[in-house]
Each structure stands twice: as structure tokens, then as C-alpha cells.
């Protein structure tokens, strides 16, 4: 029996996975081909991640689909899920090869992958349990896969053989991003993982295209200029077209961004012990240190007025603006993009920040994790410099994105 094995975080699985799992199972007369989505993939975050059962199931409409499932070869398997911990390769084919040892199992993985393997867990013994089949996706070029294949059959006897098939550029991530932009149904992805990421609106996925209409985003404007002082409101336009320009690279709904960033500051202005009332009025709870720092309860409130004034629903856009002020831990991307265009927006002047603001706008916009990093840390070493009241929410987030950071780039597969 020869089983082929193709995993993968299937977040969310598309057309060109399910091509080069056809294109394996026929170039190497496999006599099944497994599915097999990661559940808790090392090397992701897991913060852009739907759930496994959401991914497994796209994974089998796309293959009942596509490929024609079982009746055809086409398997697939929730072992990933079932072990506990990280799912790391060798384990899997520990696993797979240990319950059926008469079977020749073949691993595929992309030619970007083949070109770091060094650094996976224990990378011998991968070889030693599969033939790796490897698929080039444009970005290696083969003669340098080629010469890595060769190494690597030297080294440490790995049998690596070539996928042929119709190497296309479609991601994950950029159908993610796709889909975030209104712009799901033209999406590379099989009708059926269509609808079923539209009717579960997965990766903020919106029906009608856009959040906000712009007669809304224009009554935002309009409702800021009135109430806010000139200072404030060319602040909060700031923020509104820094959050805007993130959102495009980030992948995020740009409306989204710029009405979050228009209305995080609605209730600035309003006195802070107006403010707290207001909020103990309406059941807003407060934190002791924030009644200490009144300065901070505006983003509460402001969230409040964002969901009771203008209807606004969504959890993410309102807890953008409720945490545009501290952050909080593993943010999602438009709160990571109203808490650093807050303080990054133009009008800002930080003149003695280290590293320079001017280089934290410019980093913001190729590493937002990092540039969050970097406001945390100037904001922690400012109050500090001031004597201010150091709120534990900052700490706290400031002390996940440095781990995040640490860890980021240095656990593989
Ligand atoms: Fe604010
Ligand atoms: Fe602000």
C-alpha cells in the first residue's frame, strides 16, 4: 500500500491544495492520499486560525468536492487533533508508520520547506519513515531545490522525489485577506468551502461587502467634527486614515478601520468625572486603577458609544476602541491596528522615544507585532520617567508581545 500524506493548516484549504494533492496521487500511483489538517501548527499563529472542526470540515466538502472523496483515494484524518501538545511531524509518522508498518508512506511538503527541513524536530528520522514528496511553489526556484535534495540524500539518506503540477501563487493568507476585503465569492476556493465560510462568517467574512456605508463613515466625520475639539478631531482623523492604510497591508476591512479610528476618542472630551459617572450609570465596569487614571476610561466608554449611539454590533470593532489605550494580549488585527495607529497617527510628536518614532511608523506597516512591541515598551519607560501609575493591562500586554516575539520565529516544524 502506498498512502501519501498531505498536511497542512487548511486555514482555509483551497484550489491549489486540493490540485497537488491529485497531482501527487497520480504522478506516484498512490493508493490513497490523506487530508490531514494541523491542529496546533508550531510555527502559526494561532490567532489567525479558525477551529479545527471548522477546518476539518471545509477540508472534506473540498475533497467530497473536488476530488470525489473516499471512492476515488481521497481520505481524510483528524489524528493532528487527536494527540495532545504540538503537532510536530516526526511524531505524526512515528504514529502513522507504527500502526501500519507494511504500508510506504510519502510526506508532502512545499519547496519552501524543504529548504529550512534542517530545522524541524528531528529531521532524520522524518526521512527515515517516508519518501518526502515536494512541491515547488514559485518562491525556491528548482535548481535550488534540486541541489538541496541532493544534500540531503547525502547527509542523511533522504529519498525526495518532485511534484509536477500546476505551480499557481494562491495562499492561504491572501484568500484570508480576500475574504476579509468583501471579496469572498471570487475567491480560489471550492464552491461548497464558499458557502460554508459565508454562512459561519469565518475570517470576518461580511455578506454585503462592507461594514459601514459611506454616507455612515461620512456621519462619523461629521458627528466627530462637531463634538471634538479642532485638536482632537484632526487627531482622530489621523488615526482614521493611519488605521485605514494598516488595514489594506494588514488585510483587514478598511471602512472598518477608519470608522473604528474616527470614533475611538468620541468620549475624550467629555469631563472625567462625567465620564466615570456615565459609565457607573450604565454598568460599565471600571477598574480601580482606572478610576485612579481617569485619562483611560474614555475607551470604555467610547466603545459604549460606538455600540448605543451609532448600533454598532461588532465585538472586534468595539473592542478596538475599548483597548486602543493599553492593548491587551494576542490583540486581533484591527485592535493591533486602532492601538498603533493611536499612537503612531501624524500629529503625534514623541521626541525623545528610542527607537525614533519616525522609525516605528515605518516598521508599523512591515511588522505590527513588533512596532506593537515598541509602543509598549516607550509608553512603560514614559510613565515611568513621569512617576505615573504603570496600568497592569500594559504590562501584561507588553509582556506577551515580547514572548510572542521571542517565539515567533523559533519553533519550526
Ligand atoms: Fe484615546
Ligand atoms: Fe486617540
Known sequence: MKTGILGGTFNPIHNAHLSLGRAAKEQFGLDKLIFMPAARPAYKDPRQLVSFEDRMEMTRLAVDEVLGGEKNGYFLSDLEFKRPGNTYTCDTLAFMTQNEP????Y??????????IDEWKNP?????????????????????LKEKADKLK?????????????????????IRKHIRLGELKTAALPSSVIDYIDKKELYGCCKDGAYFTPEQIWGFTEDMRKTLSTF???????????????AMV???????????????????EIPEDEQERLCDENGIKLTDCERRQKQLIHAKLGAF?????????????????????????????????????DFLEPQRAFTDMEPPLKEVRSLVFRDIDKATAQILEATLIFLGKKGRE???????????????????DTVKP
Request: glycine fraction near 6%; proline fraction near 1%; include cysteine.
Open 250 to 268: 494588514y488585510g483587514v476591512a478598511v471602512d472598518k478601520a477608519t470608522a473604528a479610528g474616527l470614533l475611538h476618542d468620541s468620549a475624550k
Open 232 to 246: 482632537r478631531f484632526q487627531h482622530s482623523l489621523g488615526v482614521s486614515y493611519t488605521a485605514a492604510s494598516l
Open 124 to 144: 532524520a528520522d522524518i526521512v527515515n519513515k517516508c519518501v518526502l514528496l515536494v512541491a515547488e511553489r514559485g518562491g525556491t526556484g528548482l535548481a535550488m
Open 102 to 105: 507494511e504500508t510506504e508512506f
Open 107 to 116: 510526506f508532502i511538503i512545499g519547496g519552501d520547506s524543504l529548504m529550512w
Open 390 to 408: 504603570i496600568d497592569q493591562a500594559t504590562q501584561r500586554t507588553y509582556d506577551y508581545y515580547k514572548v510572542f516575539l521571542e517565539n515567533k
Open 154 to 174: 547525502k547527509s542523511i539518506n533522504a529519498r525526495i522525489e518532485f511534484i509536477e503540477y500546476p505551480c499557481n501563487f494562491v495562499s492561504s493568507s491572501d
Open 305 to 341: 458609544i460606538a455600540e448605543n449611539k451609532y448600533g454598532i454590533k461588532d465585538k472586534d470593532f468595539l473592542n478596538a476602541i475599548i483597548n486602543h489605550t493599553v492593548g491587551r494580549p494576542a490583540m486581533t488585527r484591527l485592535e493591533q491596528i486602532i492601538f498603533c495607529a
